[in-house]
């Protein structure tokens, strides 16, 4: 009896760890000695990677990939392309890639002055390899971290104005996330060893923080309110559709987008004016409307509400079908809670309702007739 209790117990066990292993995101951290932990005493311990696990727990498993002094350049003096760690993190089969790579490369007369051109369509080719493994994992790109000293031909300048803007564009271009670690590290040189170029142990704990942070706000998700969609707050937008960059001129880096056809919408969203961070909005699956005459007339199309993203009123016009029974206009926040209420006429006149108060976000309004429900749907308020 004990026996067959024990071979249970074990049968238990094996299929809860099994289950445990299963459900873990596995992260590939991808990068130079900076990654790697180059100068601690205990890389193992004390790199970034290392400390992010320890933020992150058991739900996560997190790889340190980091080669000392690799470059991203496929043509530079020590490529990572070359390396058994590139092969391993891509075999990995990662669900989420974190890559950061670009000091060496800014040694300025071995790499960055003859291949820079080069830099952009490498990191391209890059995030390309993981974004096409079977696991499908989320790529988040880093702006390197500051320079302290000019060492090894590695300047602050070449990184801030030179290679930086270019990792910055790869993320806007592609539609990638996007950690701004130059500005996270900006006036920390206390963090750093005396090369001035890599963090020490404070510094890697410094890095692993701000990026367990930006992690915990990948959850963002566009709103919508028939073909307009909406993005997350933020101080900078660019949307894609089916990962094409929208541009600017067609509304790509509005708040509010209207859509005019049919596929998969992103929006990368900038969190704040400290930092260039950016996260990549989950996708939203849209699918445009094809309108076909009517051949009557519904209750709805006699409720007409506009303009639709709004600014400062909108305006509810009823047909004086309902003119005998009493109207009431209520207005509901996203949480479902009672914003405004009021009661309208219903002679075919406009009624004026002050939105001035109203927080930029979507909203849900009911028109009922007599206690019984008319219309219902969204607007947006957008300034």
Same mark, same amino acid.
């Given at each position: 009896?004990?026996?067959?209790?024990?071979?249970?117990?074990?049968?238990?066990?094996?299929i809860?760890v099994?289950?445990?292993?299963?459900?873990?995101?596995?992260?590939?951290c991808?990068?130079?000695?900076?990654?790697?932990?180059?100068?601690?005493?205990?890389?193992?311990?004390?790199?970034?990677?290392?400390?992010?696990?320890?933020?992150?727990?058991?739900?996560?498993?997190?790889?340190?990939?980091?080669?000392?002094?690799?470059?991203?350049?496929?043509?530079?003096?020590?490529?990572?392309?070359?390396?058994?760690?590139?092969?391993?993190?891509?075999?990995?089969?990662?669900?989420?890639?974190?890559?950061?790579?670009?000091?060496?490369?800014?040694?300025?007369?071995?790499?960055?002055?003859?291949?820079?051109?080069?830099?952009?369509?490498?990191?391209?080719?890059?995030?390309?390899?993981?974004?096409?493994?079977?696991?499908?994992?989320k790529?988040?790109?880093?702006?390197?971290?500051?320079?302290?000293?000019?060492?090894?031909?590695?300047?602050?300048?070449?990184?801030?104005?030179?290679?930086?803007?270019?990792?910055?564009?790869?993320?806007?271009?592609?539609?990638?996330?996007?950690l701004?670690?130059?500005?996270?590290?900006?006036?920390?040189?206390?963090?750093?060893?005396?090369?001035g170029?890599?963090?020490?142990?404070?510094?890697?704990?410094?890095?692993?923080?701000?990026?367990?942070?930006?992690?915990?706000?990948?959850?963002?998700?566009?709103?919508?309110?028939?073909?307009?969609?909406?993005?997350?707050?933020?101080?900078?937008?660019?949307?894609?559709?089916?990962?094409?960059?929208?541009?600017?001129?067609?509304?790509?880096?509005?708040?509010?987008?209207?859509?005019?056809?049919?596929? @998969?919408?992103?929006?990368?969203? &900038?969190?704040? /004016?400290?930092?260039?961070?950016?996260? $990549?909005? *989950? #996708?939203?699956?849209?699918?445009?409307?094809?309108?076909?005459?009517?051949?009557?007339?519904?209750e709805?199309?006699?409720?007409?509400?506009?303009?639709?993203?709004?600014?400062?009123?909108?305006?509810?016009?009823?047909?004086?079908?309902?003119?005998?029974q009493?109207?009431?206009?209520?207005?509901?926040?996203?949480?479902?809670q009672?914003?405004?209420?009021?009661?309208?006429?219903?002679?075919?006149? @406009?009624?004026?309702?002050?939105? &001035?108060?109203? /927080?930029?976000?979507?909203?849900?309004? $009911?028109? *009922? #007739?007599?206690?019984?429900?008319?219309?219902s749907?969204?607007?947006?308020?957008?300034?």
């Amino acid at each position: 009896m004990r026996s067959t209790f024990r071979i249970y117990l074990v049968i238990i066990i094996s299929i809860f760890v099994i289950n445990s292993i299963q459900a873990q995101k596995k992260i590939a951290c991808i990068g130079n000695s900076i990654t790697y932990g180059y100068g601690l005493s205990s890389p193992s311990t004390q790199s970034y990677p290392s400390k992010l696990q320890d933020l992150l727990g058991s739900e996560y498993e997190v790889h340190n990939f980091g080669v000392s002094a690799r470059t991203l350049l496929k043509k530079g003096d020590r490529p990572y392309w070359n390396e058994s760690a590139y092969s391993q993190a891509l075999n990995l089969q990662p669900d989420i890639v974190i890559i950061m790579l670009g000091t060496n490369d800014a040694k300025l007369n071995t790499n960055w002055t003859p291949h820079k051109d080069e830099f952009k369509s490498d990191y391209q080719s890059m995030i390309r390899a993981f974004e096409g493994l079977a696991s499908n994992p989320k790529v988040w790109i880093c702006q390197i971290v500051p320079a302290y000293q000019t060492i090894w031909e590695i300047s602050d300048a070449t990184i801030k104005n030179e290679v930086n803007p270019k990792i910055k564009e790869v993320s806007e271009e592609e539609g990638f996330g996007l950690l701004d670690m130059y500005s996270a590290m900006s006036n920390k040189a206390n963090m750093f060893l005396s090369d001035g170029i890599h963090p020490n142990a404070t510094g890697a704990e410094e890095m692993a923080n701000y990026i367990h942070q930006v992690l915990l706000q990948d959850t963002l998700n566009i709103q919508h309110s028939g073909d307009t969609l909406v993005a997350p707050v933020g101080v900078g937008y660019q949307w894609y559709l089916d990962g094409q960059l929208i541009d600017e001129s067609a509304g790509g880096q509005n708040r509010t987008f209207v859509a005019n056809e049919s596929g @998969s919408y992103e929006v990368r969203v &900038q969190l704040d /004016e400290s930092s260039q961070t950016a996260i $990549l909005s *989950s #996708a939203y699956d849209f699918e445009k409307e094809i309108y076909v005459e009517p051949l009557f007339i519904t209750e709805s199309q006699m409720v007409n509400i506009y303009p639709n993203p709004c600014k400062e009123y909108i305006t509810v016009k009823l047909d004086n079908k309902f003119s005998s029974q009493q109207i009431q206009f209520r207005i509901y926040n996203n949480a479902g809670q009672l914003y405004h209420s009021t009661n309208i006429d219903a002679d075919g006149e @406009s009624t004026h309702i002050d939105i &001035q108060s109203f /927080e930029n976000d979507v909203y849900l309004y $009911l028109i *009922s #007739a007599d206690g019984e429900t008319i219309e219902s749907g969204k607007f947006i308020v957008d300034r």
